[in-house]
T-cell receptor
Framework: DAGVIQSPRHEVTEMGQEVTLRCKPI?????LFWYRQTMMRGLELLIY????????DSGMPEDRFSAKMPNASFSTLKIQPSEPRDSAVYFC?????????????FGDGTRLSIL | AQKITQTQPGMFVQEKEAVTLDCTYD???????LFWYKQPSSGEMIFLIY??????QNATEGRYSLNFQKARKSANLVISASQLGDSAMYFC???????????FGAGTTVTVRA
């Protein structure tokens, strides 16, 4: 079975450019999560979708960040304009249901570097 | 307050030996889930094992097992017969009802020596 698929694996771009990260969740999973991992703050939840609807985006750092989930098999996280402090590893994760018994399955992550 | 505490930043273990990674958690909910993830140097996050708060038995998954002590609020991961490929960062995480996100610990780096 295919896991969570993220693209690109690595992205290096200059400050001010738009960055789009992509995610395909596991088929049949109805919950999707975007996390960011940095050395200073560890893993932080950015946004959570349930059945393609954004439920909680309180973790999104600022208006430069936006996320969409147009259908059950695709989500994007966009940063515009990007800044050096956005450099991090961004993970997409999905789970079958929302609940404390359900593991979240992570993609391989996108390592983002903003110069 | 920190929900998940992993007090061991790094550990060394000899190949074929067992290693125990500590994890303590803090919650007032009677129902919760505990998870362990492995993050090798290549960066991906791999789900290893799950323990539910109401589970009577310790979870096991191949060479991974959980030493779950509910009264002490600890969920230590035991890796038996360590292999070189076990070298990675290991994260303990908790999920509470009505809180869809995972709360992660700071992680423990395990280095397996030949």
């Amino acid at each position: 079975d295919a896991g969570v698929i993220q693209s690109p694996r690595h992205e290096v771009t200059e400050m001010g450019q738009e960055v789009t990260l992509r995610c395909k969740p596991i088929s049949g999973h109805n919950s999707l999560f975007w996390y960011r991992q940095t050395m200073m703050r560890g893993l932080e939840l950015l946004i959570y979708f349930n059945n393609n609807v954004p439920i909680d985006d309180s973790g999104m750092p600022e208006d430069r960040f936006s996320a969409k989930m147009p259908n059950a098999s695709f989500s994007t996280l966009k940063i515009q304009p990007s800044e050096p402090r956005d450099s991090a590893v961004y993970f997409c994760a999905s789970s079958f249901m929302t609940g404390e018994t359900q593991p979240q399955h992570f993609g391989d992550g996108t390592r983002l570097s903003i110069l | 307050a920190q929900k998940i505490t992993q007090t061991q930043p790094g550990m060394f273990v000899q190949e074929k030996e067992a290693v125990t990674l500590d994890c303590t958690y803090d919650t007032s909910d009677p129902s919760y889930g505990l998870f362990w993830y492995k993050q090798p140097s290549s960066g991906e996050m791999i789900f290893l094992i799950y323990q539910g708060s109401y589970d009577q038995q310790n979870a096991t998954e191949g060479r991974y097992s959980l030493n779950f002590q509910k009264a002490r609020k600890s969920a230590n991961l035991v890796i038996s017969a360590s292999q070189l490929g076990d070298s990675a960062m290991y994260f303990c995480a908790m999920r509470e009802p009505n809180d869809y996100k995972l709360s992660f610990g700071a992680g423990t780096t395990v280095t397996v020596r030949a």
